[in-house]
T-cell receptor, first 113, second 116 residues
Framework: KQEVTQIPAALSVPEGENLVLNCSFT??????LQWFRQDPGKGLTSLLL?????REQTSGRLNASLDKSSGRSTLYIAASQPGDSATYLC????????????FGPGTRLSVLP | NAGVMQNPRHLVRRRGQEARLRCSPM?????VYWYRQLPEEGLKFMVY????????ESGMPKERFSAEFPKEGPSILRIQQVVRGDSAAYFC??????????????FGSGTQLSVL
């Protein structure tokens, strides 16, 4: 079955830093991959979706890359702000083992003012 | 355009009772996913439905749990004879098309189930 890991599990940085969150998955037969953020006690918000044929996707200060063959994706956050504090989750879409999104455990980010 | 609506927001049940969780997808969305999140754990897939059909239920426990998405009305996740281990946040998500169409997934705010 699809296994998803995220590194680091937690990250604390001062405001203004650029940072990289990593996601690895075992089944590379995916259609796409989404990055989400989750604020405490709330649902998830989709940040970016990268199709399997794409290498990267950008939205504002966020840039996500996808290396499907090696089972890796990274989320790059430029000039971090306290409002970016949240848990970030990656979710590869489908694969050989089912028609669903499998979520990683997340990276808990704290951006200190 | 209202987002994905889940109700109730909080649900308290005693052991042995039934829990019914409702999810109304975004307008124009016919694909619904249910996930469960235990405290300090990640989101675990339960079931994926398209109108009137279950597409993938590989994450659904074999007993006591069922889901439906009728032609009219919300999707329902039903848990019979709840036990304390069912206490969790249950999230519903919807999309316009299946995964292969590269549509984004939109989540509701979740239902927090507490079993006493």
């Amino acid at each position: 079955k699809q296994e998803v890991t995220q590194i680091p599990a937690a990250l604390s940085v001062p405001e203004g830093e650029n940072l990289v969150l990593n996601c690895s998955f075992t089944d590379s037969a995916i259609y796409n991959l989404q990055w989400f953020r989750q604020d405490p006690g709330k649902g998830l918000t989709s940040l970016l979706l990268i199709q399997s044929s794409q290498r990267e996707q950008t939205s504002g200060r966020l840039n996500a890359s996808l290396d499907k063959s090696s089972g890796r994706s990274t989320l790059y956050i430029a000039a971090s702000q306290p409002g970016d504090s949240a848990t970030y989750l990656c979710a590869p879409g489908a694969g050989n083992y089912g028609q669903n999104f499998v979520f990683g455990p997340g990276t808990r980010l704290s951006v200190l003012p | 355009n209202a987002g994905v609506m889940q109700n109730p927001r909080h649900l308290v049940r005693r052991r042995g009772q039934e829990a019914r969780l409702r999810c109304s997808p975004m307008k124009g969305h016919s694909h619904v996913y249910w996930y469960r999140q235990l405290p300090e754990e990640g989101l675990k897939f339960m079931v994926y439905l398209q109108k009137e059909n279950i597409i993938d239920e590989s994450g659904m426990p074999k007993e006591r749990f069922s889901a439906e998405f009728p032609k009219e009305g919300p999707s329902i996740l039903r848990i019979q004879q709840v036990v304390r281990g069912d206490s969790a946040a249950y999230f519903c998500a919807s999309s316009r098309g299946q995964i292969a169409t590269n549509e984004k997934l939109f989540f509701g705010s979740g239902t927090q189930l507490s079993v006493l």
